[in-house]
C-alpha cells in the first residue's frame, strides 16, 4: 500500500477533484437533513477543509466548470443560489487554482489513457501525477477507468479525513492528562531535590501516611460508600463516551486503509516544475526558492540550485509569488470563508454517531 503524504504541523491530505464530485459534493451539502432546523448540511469533506484535515488543489479549468454548470446538478426542490453561496464561502476558501501546465505527466500511462478517451480531464489527470500521494476525488470514469487515477468511491477519502479530527480530539484528551501529571511529578521531584535534608525526609513521611490512610481505609469498608457512589457515575461515562470513542477509532482504522488504496502514485519521472510543485503542495506556507532548493536535494551547490529553482518560479504559471520571494503552488481563489453554522455542526456530530448515542430516558411524569 502506498504511503499517505500530509502536510506538516495539520495532517492535512491533498485533494485534486473533478468538477462532477465537487459539484454534487456542493448541491448535497446545500440539502439540509430531515427535521433539520439548518439551511445546509455539513459533509465530512467540509468538516475536513475546516479543520485542516484537507486542502483542495483544483486546475483552473474545474472551477470555470463548477460556475457555469453547477444548476444542472440542482434538483426542482434545491436552493441554487444557497449552493452557490456555500460553493464560495465554505469550499473555495479552502481551495488553490492552478493553471497546469501542459507538458505535466508527459509519458505517464495513466496521463496517455486520460487523453484517449477525453482531453478535456488531462489538466486534472496531469496535476495529479505530479503531485503524487494526493487523492483525485472523480465521478469521471474517465478519470476513474485503468489503469486509473481517480477514486470514485471519495467519499469514503472524505470520511477518512473528517475522521482525524475526532482521532485527535481522542489524543489531546489522553495527552494533556498525562503531560500535565508528568510536568507535576517533575516539579515535584524538582523541589524536593532543591530541599533540605529534613524537609525530604518529612515529605517522605507524609507521602508514607497518605499511602498508609488510603490502604485503611479500602481494608477497613469504609472507602466503600465512596466507591459506591462512583461506580454508577463511571459505568454512565463508560456507556455514553465509550462506544463513540470505539467507534471513532475503528472508523480510523479502516480510514487509512482505504486511504492507503485511494493516494495516487507519483509519475516516475518528473521535470524540475513537477518536482517544485509536489515540494509547494505538502507545505502550508509560502517557500523560499532557496527552502526549495534545499528541499529537492539535487545535485550541485545550493546556489545553483537556487538559482535554476527561481528561474523555474518566474517562468511556470502554476506558481504564484504571493510575498516578497515566497511562493506557493496556484493561487488563493480570491474568497473569504466563513464559518461552519453551529446548528449545522450540532447536527452533523448527532448524524455521525447516531448509532452510538445512549437514548435519553423519558421524563418522569
Not at 456555500?86 to 505535466?104: E, G, K, N, Q, S
Not at 488504496?261 to 509536489?278: F, G, M, N, S
Not at 507545505?283 to 523560499?288: K, R, S, T, V, Y
Not at 539535487?298 to 538559482?307: A, F, M
Request: aromatic share 6%; proline share 8%; with cysteine.
Amino acid at each position: 500500500m502506498l504511503p499517505v503524504m500530509t502536510l506538516p504541523g495539520t495532517g492535512a491530505v491533498i485533494f485534486v477533484t473533478d468538477s462532477g464530485m465537487l459539484m454534487g459534493e456542493v448541491m448535497q451539502s446545500s440539502r439540509p437533513p430531515a427535521g433539520a432546523h439548518t439551511e445546509g448540511r455539513i459533509t465530512s469533506l467540509l468538516w475536513a477543509l475546516h479543520h485542516q484535515r484537507a486542502v483542495m488543489v483544483i486546475p483552473r479549468h474545474i472551477l470555470a466548470e463548477v460556475e457555469r454548470d453547477l444548476p444542472r446538478r440542482a434538483t426542482p426542490s434545491d436552493n441554487v443560489e444557497l449552493a452557490y453561496h456555500r460553493l464560495r464561502t465554505l469550499y473555495l476558501p479552502f481551495a488553490r487554482i492552478v493553471d497546469v501546465p501542459p507538458t505535466w505527466g508527459d509519458g505517464d500511462p495513466r496521463v496517455l489513457a486520460v487523453a484517449r478517451r477525453h482531453i478535456v480531464d488531462l489538466p486534472t489527470a496531469r496535476l495529479a501525477v505530479a503531485l503524487g500521494y494526493c487523492f483525485l476525488l472523480a465521478e469521471d470514469p474517465d478519470l476513474c477507468d485503468p489503469p486509473g487515477l481517480g477514486f470514485s468511491a471519495w467519499l469514503q477519502v472524505a470520511h477518512a479525513a473528517a475522521n482525524g479530527t475526532e482521532v485527535e480530539t481522542i489524543y489531546l484528551a489522553v495527552r494533556v492528562p498525562m503531560v500535565a501529571t508528568e510536568e507535576l511529578v517533575a516539579s515535584a521531584s524538582r523541589r524536593i531535590a532543591a530541599a533540605s535534608p529534613a524537609a525530604r525526609w518529612a515529605l517522605v513521611g507524609v507521602a508514607l501516611v497518605v499511602v498508609a490512610g488510603a490502604i485503611w481505609l479500602v481494608r477497613s469498608g469504609r472507602a466503600q460508600p465512596f466507591i459506591d457512589r462512583a461506580r454508577p457515575v463511571l459505568r454512565e461515562l463508560a456507556e455514553t463516551v465509550g462506544p463513540p470513542v470505539m467507534e471513532t477509532l475503528a472508523r480510523h482504522e479502516q480510514g487509512q486503509a482505504v486511504m492507503a488504496r485511494a493516494a495516487v502514485p507519483p509519475a516516475e519521472t518528473r521535470t524540475l516544475a513537477e518536482r517544485i510543485a509536489r515540494a509547494l503542495a505538502f507545505h502550508n506556507d509560502a517557500l523560499l526558492a532557496e527552502d526549495i532548493a534545499r528541499e529537492l536535494g539535487s545535485p550541485g551547490t545550493l546556489r545553483d540550485r537556487t538559482t535554476l529553482v527561481r528561474q523555474e518560479l518566474r517562468s511556470c504559471s502554476a506558481f504564484t509569488e504571493i510575498s516578497r520571494g515566497r511562493w506557493i503552488l496556484g493561487s488563493p481563489s480570491g474568497y473569504r470563508p466563513t464559518n461552519l453554522p453551529p446548528a449545522e455542526v450540532v447536527d452533523y456530530w448527532e448524524r455521525l454517531h447516531k448509532n452510538t448515542r445512549k437514548p435519553r430516558a423519558a421524563p418522569s411524569a
